[in-house]
């Protein structure tokens, strides 16, 4: 078949999803060059710590909104819908910002961008997840995550070069910036599955093997049913914990004091005025390199070894911007700029991808909408706390501020030490083994047996796989073998609806076989048996 496939497909699609979280990291960076300004403090009456807190928080009051409920969207209208649409949303809410006449009109803007800020960080890594094998999750995982970050290093660039504009657009132009910028369709899968894993080829041998294993699990999801919220903090009460922790721990570690509070930060040292910005800029341009290197080793080194030497990094960086601030000697302005430097470094390359990765990786496609959207929630509320707090704070109890996130930062690596798994290589269909909460619609010893006989060992874990001849007769009923395509031209030949739907890709085609359970419960879909493609009903 023409066009993308193999590793191009999947690096050209982390790309395009990583515009996405640009997005967000942009809103995390442009505020901070901009309320400084003496223009916007002009406009907006001088406002207090306390109102400067509102101002850039309550963006994350939508986030939080829209994260609890963007997971179940994401299944009903497919991932990129919901990527399109949240973007949508995200650039209405810059308009409104770009335009505020006044304080109200302003933290309008902030909940509407907030509302497709949450529906962006949802979904993105959820499909980012789906079309990854194992050996590259963790690196696209962290390529999403740099994209993330270029978002931010941008706004602040343009926040300084906007800062000797000497009129309110100084502060306007950064947020308008922002402103411009019930069927299985098995066909459409195989076709998908073999333009990521066999060069385009559906007759490739792993690539008709990934189908199978990915059509088995799903089925065997489909018979277990859609968890509930109750099932779920019950039986994956250690993967919700995990999912949810390593967000809320990565806002408490204090990246935000620094996102969105930077020249803050800088002023608070000695630094002042442009400069603050700046530095600031300079800081960006280390975040952003400081991203790369996880791409190389988050499947190496794994998840654990990462986020424990990220930790301590952290620690002594934290406590190092307190003591330099608490002396104030000569020299406090350029030590708390190193400093800031190496903490938003050691962030970067752990704190920062990883707990975008841990949860749609460990969660079971039963509740991996839900589970991603308490995750992402607990992100948001979070750091909707830090945003809230971190300017009230900063006058309260001043160098001691960087200690407290300190104090975190060593939770973090006692949490990540005693209850977080390995998970780098482990198949998203393996995680049941390595949790010990195996889905209860387990195969039959003689499927087992077969399954071991036909797949040699791709996972640290061991899981149930299911292919080549024989399947059938191993369950009665079920075919899970790929459907014929046609093709033509070298294009495969879909029907009007699967072409309709065909945008969608592995994650689209996932979210439609799980879907079918819900709408046809009776009958053979909802036993868990699957009908053959083109076979009329009986």
């Known amino acids: 078949m023409h066009g993308l496939h193999g590793k191009k497909l999947l690096y050209f699609t982390s790309v395009f999803v990583s515009l996405g979280v640009f997005l967000f990291g942009y809103d995390q960076g ?225 990246i935000n004091v620094i996102s969105y509070y930077a020249p803050l930060v800088f002023e608070q040292a000695g630094w002042v005025g442009r400069d603050a910005i700046l530095m600031t800029g300079i800081n960006g341009i280390t975040y952003l390199l400081s991203t790369v290197p996880p791409w190389y080793l988050v499947d190496r080194w794994g998840r654990r070894l990462i986020l424990l030497s990220g930790a301590v990094a952290m620690i002594i960086s934290l406590s190092a911007i307190s003591y330099f601030i608490f002396i104030d000697i000569r020299y406090t302005p350029t030590l708390v700029v190193i400093f800031v430097m190496i903490y938003n470094a050691s962030f970067g390359a752990s704190w920062g991808p990883i707990p975008w990765l841990y949860p749609p990786e460990i969660l079971p496609l039963s509740i991996r909408a839900k589970g991603a959207s308490l995750s992402t929630a607990a992100n948001w509320a979070f750091n909707w706390l830090v945003g809230e707090m971190t300017p009230i704070l900063q006058e309260w109890i001043k160098w001691r501020l960087y200690l407290l996130h300190a104090f975190f930062c060593a939770v973090s690596f006692v949490v990540v030490y005693f209850i977080y798994p390995e998970t780098a290589n482990v198949r998203l269909e393996d995680m049941n083994a390595l949790f010990g909460d195996a889905t209860t619609a387990m195969p039959t010893p003689a499927t087992l047996a077969e399954a071991e006989s036909l797949f040699g060992d791709r996972s640290p874990v061991p899981s149930f796989h299911l292919a080549g001849q024989g399947a059938d007769s191993a369950i009665p009923g079920l075919d899970i073998n790929p459907p014929t395509v046609s093709i033509e031209d070298g294009k495969p030949m879909l029907s009007k609806d699967q072409e309709a739907d065909s945008g969608e890709g592995l994650g689209g085609w996932i979210s439609n076989l799980v879907k079918r359970s819900k709408g046809h419960a009776e009958g053979e879909a909802g036993s868990g048996r699957y009908r053959r493609v083109e076979q009329d009903d009986e």
């Open 30 to 254: 442009v505020m901070s060059g901009i309320i400084t300004g003496p223009y916007f403090k002009d406009y907006f009456n001088q406002p207090t710590r306390a109102e400067i807190g509102t101002m850039v928080a309550i963006l994350e009051v939508g986030a939080f909104m829209s994260s609890l409920s963007v997971g179940r969207i994401g299944d009903l209208i497919g991932r990129r819908r919901t990527i399109l649409y949240g973007a949508m949303v995200f650039l209405v809410g810059g308009a409104l910002q770009t335009f505020a006449n006044g304080m109200p009109m302003m933290l309008l803007g902030r909940i509407v961008a907030g509302l497709g800020v949450g529906a962006l960080s949802t979904i993105v890594p959820v499909y980012q997840s789906e079309i990854s094998p194992p050996h590259n999750r963790g690196k696209l995982a962290c390529i999403e995550f740099t994209g993330n970050v270029s978002g931010y290093a941008a706004s602040v660039w343009v926040d300084y070069f906007c800062s000797y504009i000497n009129s309110d657009w100084a502060w306007r132009i950064p947020l308008l910036m922002q402103w411009l910028l019930d069927n299985d369709h098995d066909e459409e899968g195989i076709v998908v599955i073999a333009n990521l894993y066999g060069k385009g080829d559906i007759h490739n041998a792993k690539a008709r093997d990934e189908y199978r294993e990915i059509k088995m699990n799903v089925l065997l999801q489909r018979q277990e049913g859609e968890r509930s919220y109750g099932d779920m903090f019950r039986r994956y009460y250690k993967r919700v914990f995990i999912a949810m922790s390593a967000q809320a721990l990565a806002q408490l570690n204090g």
